[in-house]
């Protein structure tokens, strides 16, 4: 089973766009909840091409063609799981623009990609990610991803989300847009 990559992904941006991502991740709305195959859908063409074969060190692996689109379009196995909503949605005064912040985790690696054509889109996405393993965290935001390897604690070896300051650095971004939004 992969490292679970978990996630707390802030969206804000042109409302049509940002309530519709909240009705396909919202649990309360949606029974399967999906991101990543909303924002950069696989063709169904993928789906009948045959599985790869590639050599890893001496053994000879077999790649089925959907595996590998997701890694190489959303940089994850499969879409989000365990989605959370955390801030429910709140819209700026005209309706024009929108906003919420979610929790979820994927397997393996954050879904860059993904936020990155978001972004490309004029939304902006603010996301903090830490991999249950240890191995990595980050954080993206204004379209820049930043990944390191974290210092490891001699305790128990692994930091909590406050140790992270996953929720500080969230609520001082709302905060700041909420006063820049008016």
């Known amino acids: 089973m992969p490292n679970h990559c978990d996630q707390t992904v802030y969206l804000h941006g042109a409302s049509k766009v940002v309530y519709e991502l909240y009705q396909y991740l919202s649990p309360e709305l949606c029974n399967d909840p999906r991101f990543c195959s909303v924002i950069s859908p696989m063709p169904l063409q993928v789906l009948l091409d045959p599985v790869t074969k590639r050599m890893h060190g001496q053994h000879e692996l077999e790649i089925h063609s959907a595996h590998e689109w997701r890694n190489e379009n959303w940089n994850t196995k499969w879409d989000v799981c365990e989605v959370e909503i955390e801030d429910k949605i709140e819209f ?22 993904v936020w990155d054509k ?11 990610y830490v991999d249950e393993g240890g191995w990595f965290e980050g954080e993206y935001a204004l379209g820049q991803d930043n990944c390191w ?6 305790d128990d070896g692994v930091a909590s989300d406050e140790e992270f300051g996953l929720e500080d650095t969230i609520d001082v971004f709302k905060n700041l847009m909420k006063e820049t939004m008016g």
């Open 92 to 113: 700026s005064e005209d309706k024009d623009t929108a906003w919420f912040t979610f929790r979820c985790w994927t397997a393996w690696a954050p879904p860059v990609p």
């Open 118 to 128: 978001l972004f490309a889109m004029g939304i902006e996405v603010q996301a903090e």
């Open 149 to 154: 390897r974290p210092e490891i604690e001699e």
